[in-house]
């Protein structure tokens, strides 16, 4: 293909928004396009969407990006796909979606992982995961016991990003990065475990075919590529899920290399260059997005969406404006900040607590709203900080980390973590773009680019660097935000 006319389309399927991004063959990002997303709380604990709204929202930024940069849309050869994990998406044999998706964040399924747990004995040696309930087989258990009727007429389980990709190409591909975060994967050998899908009265007939996330999946559906302009054959990648398709972005792709992403959830993430399992301290171990890669995972369920959860509880206007009140506050005024535990949506690493519950602890009359915004950006701190010791317990060790999400739009934020993490914190060129710029990365590699070129590191726009004096106090105030959490934690099941 003629290179310098070629242009590469990531597409992120996040929990807020889809996102897409338009990369050219020199690696530069021509635009960017998005349609937000919401979310169904229908009873506590549950996290719903609408298969239907992802490919509507997809459509409507499509629309966006070719409108602003029409001629290189029109040069697109390669998609690649990028998404929120674990996600339950249910076919029936028509290929219809039988009801809306269950979520990653969805905590529903609490009981079924100590079922699914007895049900497979091998359960943490293959996949490499303890089972909690934002995991996809946890959600089939579920519906297999409340929505019985429904059970019985799935024919396919996909993941989100993978929906899309039916709908652009008629195809039902997965990858392994994604495909680790069902509990069905054998990790070590990135395919299906039969014993695993058993263990969910499932079969491999149930699951998408898996191709490695840089390798061609499928080919867009012709009349699709003719509704958007595109007069050239468009092949879509593997893709990955988002945290693996974030690293592609900023280049982590060698062992030791991690980031840290403060999207809706919050995430540490470090590359291996072999399957390394640690189930007891809740982190994850998961396939990374390139062949022979693997990766380790801390997660927190709620980061960047308590601060946007505050802006709408405190009135203020947005994120900036609270961000900028938190910034003229005087130091001083921080030793009396309250105490914010971010659990909003239960928590995985390290405590695996689908209970856990988000407070405000300490509250005064100094309180104010800037007071209690900064408690939230230390609050989210303090669990990457949590996230990282079991990390450090495993055997992992990082000196830097880029800062990657819409979090790492904030100066201030990211040195909160370099003081509180005690590492250097760098935000690179473009580090917002996250999953979106990765996704178009991979496609860029399925179309036959160059893995040096294709995942080169991008330009570092800052770096953080801990400041000792600040570490030290910040110690103190983690040690309290442990543990208020270990003295609430029994008071936090349900009543029932």
């Known amino acids: 293909m003629g290179a310098q006319q070629a242009s590469f389309l990531g597409i992120d399927l996040g929990t807020s928004e889809v996102k897409l991004l338009l990369l050219n063959a020199d690696g530069l990002v021509v635009g960017q396009a998005g349609a937000a997303l919401g979310v169904s709380r229908p009873q506590p604990l549950w996290a719903e969407q609408a298969p239907q709204d992802w490919w509507v929202a997809t459509e409507r930024a499509v629309a966006q990006l070719r409108a602003a940069h029409p001629l290189a849309f029109s040069q697109v050869r390669a998609i690649g796909l990028s998404g929120q994990m674990h996600g339950a998406v249910l076919l029936d044999a028509q290929d219809q979606v039988l009801r809306p998706a269950i979520l990653w964040n969805d905590g529903r399924s609490h009981a079924e992982c100590v079922e699914l747990t007895q049900r497979a004995p091998q359960l943490h040696a293959i996949a490499g995961n303890l089972a909690m309930p934002g995991f ?12 019985p009727q429904l059970f019985a007429q799935i024919r396919t389980v996909l993941l989100p990003k993978d929906y899309l990709r039916l709908l652009l190409s008629g195809e039902k ?11 069905w994967l054998d990790v070590a050998a990135r395919d299906w475990s039969n014993e695993l899908l058993a263990a969910c009265h499932l079969s491999r007939a149930h699951m998408p075919r898996l191709v490695e ?23 879509i990648a593997g ?3 988002d945290n693996a398709a974030s690293a592609i972005g900023i280049g982590a792709t060698q062992p030791g290399d991690g980031f840290i992403s403060l999207g809706t959830s919050g995430v540490l993430f470090v590359v291996n260059d072999r399957y390394r399992p640690n189930p007891e301290s809740a982190v994850h171990a998961f396939c990374h997005a390139l062949p022979q890669r693997w990766h380790q995972m801390s997660v927190m369920l709620s980061a960047a ?7 709408q509880l ?16 005087p130091a001083e005024a921080l030793a009396d900040a309250p105490t914010f535990l971010p659990y909003l949506a239960g928590e995985r690493t390290p405590h695996n607590d689908p209970f856990a519950q988000g407070m405000f602890y300490g509250l005064n009359h100094q309180s104010d709203r800037a007071r209690c915004a900064y408690a939230v950006l230390e609050g989210v701190t303090f669990g990457l900080a949590d996230g990282l010791a079991a990390l450090q317990a495993s055997g992992t060790e990082v000196q830097v980390l880029p800062l990657v999400g819409g979090g790492a739009r904030s100066a201030y934020w990211a040195q909160l973590i370099a003081d509180t993490l005690n590492v250097d914190i760098v935000r690179h060129t473009g580090a917002e773009a996250g999953g979106a710029l990765g996704a178009a990365r991979l496609g860029w590699l399925a179309a036959g680019g160059d893995p040096a070129q294709v995942c080169s590191k991008p ?21 309290r935000f442990r543990k208020i959490y270990s003295q609430l934690q029994s008071l936090s099941a349900p009543l029932a």
């Open 305 to 311: 969406s308590c601060l946007k959860w505050f802006v």
């Open 136 to 147: 996809t087989a946890p959600k089939l258990l579920w519906l297999e016991k409340h929505e």
């Open 213 to 235: 996330s840089n390798q061609i999946s499928a080919r867009l559906r012709p009349e699709l590529a003719a509704a958007w302009g595109l007069t050239h054959e468009v092949v």
């Open 173 to 183: 591909v997965s990858d392994p990065s994604d495909a680790a975060g069902t509990l």
């Open 239 to 241: 893709g990955a899920g």
């Open 314 to 329: 405190s009135g203020a206007a947005d994120e900036a404006q609270l961000l900028t009140e938190v910034e003229a506050l």
């Open 459 to 479: 330009g570092i726009a800052a770096r953080h660097t801990p400041q000792a004096q600040r570490h030290q106090t910040l110690q103190l105030r983690l040690q």
